[in-house]
């Protein structure tokens, strides 16, 4: 069981930091192209991907910004926030077995909406940065904590 902490906005203070971490697997790849649509062969089709810069499959970019949402919604501020907007900009490639870690940095608060922005850096196991952005957010108006859901199994057909 896990708890997941919220940290309200007036706890919040510039430089407060945060990671997340989750390793690539096929099951995600495979999962992120259903519920995404997006079955580019890029991604799927280690024959096609050799024919690539990459030379093998790599993951959908959007999969490691999922990671900076999961992070965002889970660790820093935590349960409760909102997301707003997101910029991004994917620096490398991050394929099969990479382990990311999210790095979040709060680097402004906006007083008149209750609005946060945060620095949002993607690093793979070599600490090389695969995604550069900043988010902002909506942060959860009182600490709290609540209890994790499991997820139910899933097989990959």
């Known amino acids: 069981m896990k708890i997941l902490k919220s940290i309200p906005y007036d706890e919040l203070e510039i430089g407060r930091t945060a990671t997340f971490s989750k390793t690539l697997t ?47 919604a889970t660790v820093l501020p935590g349960p409760g926030t909102i997301y707003l907007g997101q910029n991004l900009s994917f620096r490398r490639p991050v394929l099969l077995g990479d382990a990311l870690t999210v790095k979040l940095t709060v680097s402004g608060k906006q007083d008149e909406k209750k609005w946060v922005t945060i620095d949002t850096e993607v690093f793979n196991q070599d600490d090389k940065l695969v995604v550069k952005g900043d988010a902002t957010v909506m942060a959860p108006a009182k600490s709290g904590e609540v209890t994790a859901p499991d997820l139910p199994k899933v097989t990959v057909g």
């Open 26 to 72: 096929e099951e995600d790849l495979v999962l992120f192209a259903r519920t995404s649509g997006d079955v580019n062969p890029v991604h799927l089709d280690e024959e096609f991907a050799k024919g690539t810069p990459f030379k093998t499959r790599i993951a959908h970019g959007m999969w490691s910004a999922g990671l900076i949402s999961a992070a965002l």
